[in-house]
């Protein structure tokens, strides 16, 4: 089944155009490609079978470019389509409906996330030794934050350290989780200024250092395994005095809170677009099933038990939907105001996620968590994300806390805007 995606009346021509071109790709050259594409290594592939892989997944991307739908996330000037926020959830939710297309339109975390933290933070000369790589596919990145001894959600609470020695920062720490870490040329690392002697503590400003995984000192202990499998690309990193040039630092120290804050909120959304997009591609495949699958002398889609799942599903896709364009169209009204909202999506999307997954698995049964097709791994997707970018119970904290102020201060909340 492909993508029923329509004009929106509600929303301008310029997006619709995009989405609907979009679709065309995904429809006719990702789905139906799917298994060819995305293939792990099977046992006995041949290397004219990787190559044509790589010949189809080039054609898809020069198809992309020649459409002018490459790297919504980027500004014209680095080669991408230069969107505001609106229209890139609005494409987001129509790219994730085929597994790893986005990585065919040029926008893969976290090397995503890291352009754009170039292209706002970065020198001239960044932007040329590390931007311009990025974009053009000749280098892999990473973004190393979180730290196994420190509590990720709290990321204040870092302790990798960088102390400035002549014209180098020298930096000590113990990262993990740090996404994309087998394939990457450079992290960008979050570290915090001390003085020489003050390594390990958890005061001092912050700072977002560029740090190349050549360098001396930079050592991948592990690619963690997660989810039963013995090894992933999330990596367990140690620097042991890594000597980086001070002019390897992202934006001013004391800067580097902010500027991981603005990538998280901003990849929130499109996150959330992107689950959006998955539900409604478990949505189809669940009802697929249940239109054909007979049981008990009956077709699936006959018994209340399934019914009930698909208005479940249903209710769950479309406000999580709403919910994540209502933030989006807030984000363009300026970030501040849409904090709320974010933290709410951030919570409310991945669960609805979950659930619809979960429901089409199980009416797919056992081929609902056999590899033939997207859900387990969807599922898998689903349930990290509760984690990952903040865990759920930091996102409800803010809401409160958000919600109690306003009280506070005398005035209810305004569900209105
Ligand atoms: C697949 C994957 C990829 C990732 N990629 C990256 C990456 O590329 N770069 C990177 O830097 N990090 C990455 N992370 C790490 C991720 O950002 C952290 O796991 C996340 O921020 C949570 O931090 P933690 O794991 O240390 O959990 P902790 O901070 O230890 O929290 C554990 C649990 O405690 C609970 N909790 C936390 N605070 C509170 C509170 N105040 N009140 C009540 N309960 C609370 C929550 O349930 C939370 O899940 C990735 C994680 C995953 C799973």
């Known amino acids: 089944m492909t993508m029923n995606c329509k004009p929106i009346s509600t929303i301008d021509q310029r997006i619709n155009d995009i989405r609907m071109r979009t679709a065309e790709i995904v429809n006719n050259d990702i789905i139906p490609n799917e298994g060819r594409l995305w293939a792990e290594r099977r046992a006995g592939e041949t290397w004219s079978d990787r190559t044509e892989v790589l010949e189809l997944r080039a054609g898809i991307k020069e198809k992309v470019k020649q459409a002018g739908l490459w790297a919504p ?43 754009s933290v170039l292209v706002k933070y970065g020198t001239e000369d960044q932007k040329q030794k590390w931007l311009l790589p990025l974009i053009d596919g000749t280098m892999e990145s990473g973004f190393s934050m979180t730290e196994p001894e420190n509590a990720g959600s709290d990321p204040r609470s870092i302790t990798t350290s960088a102390v400035r020695d002549g014209d180098h920062f020298v930096i000590n720490g113990h990262k993990w989780f740090t996404s994309n870490g087998i394939d990457a040329d450079f992290f960008i690392v979050m570290c915090r200024v001390v003085e020489a002697g003050q390594e390990g503590s958890k005061v001092g400003p912050m700072v977002q250092i560029i740090v190349p995984t050549a360098t001396k000192g930079v050592n991948i202990v592990r690619g963690i395994g997660v989810w039963g499998r013995s090894e992933s690309d999330h990596c367990e990193v140690r620097y042991e005095d890594v000597r980086i040039p001070v002019e390897n630092a992202l934006g001013r120290v004391g800067e580097g809170h ?87 999506i951030k919570i409310f999307v991945p669960n609805a996620y979950s659930r619809v997954v979960d429901r089409a698995i199980q009416v797919w049964g056992a081929a609902g968590v056999s590899n033939d097709l997207p859900l387990a791994g969807m599922y898998m997707g689903a349930r990290t994300l509760r984690i990952a970018d903040g865990p759920d119970e930091v996102h409800k904290i803010l809401i409160a806390k958000n919600v109690l102020g306003q009280y506070a201060q005398g005035e209810g909340w305004d569900f209105g805007n």
């Open 258 to 344: 902010q500027a991981a804050q603005d990538r998280l909120g901003a990849g929130r959304i499109f996150h959330c677009m992107n689950s959006v997009g998955q539900m409604w591609r478990a949505f189809d495949l669940m009802v697929e099933r249940a239109t054909t699958r007979e049981v008990h002398g009956g077709l699936l889609q006959d018994k209340q038990f399934i019914q009930g799942f698909i208005a479940d599903s249903y209710i769950d896709i479309q406000a999580s939907r709403l919910m994540t364009i209502h933030a989006a169209e807030k984000i363009d009204q300026g970030l501040q105001g849409a904090r709320t909202d974010i933290s709410a």
């Open 73 to 115: 996330h980027l500004p014209t000037e680095y080669g991408g389509m230069g969107l505001d926020f609106l229209a890139h959830a609005y494409m987001n939710e129509v790219l994730a409906y085929a597994i790893g297309a986005a990585s065919l339109f040029g926008v893969v975390a976290p090397n995503s996330g890291n352009q």
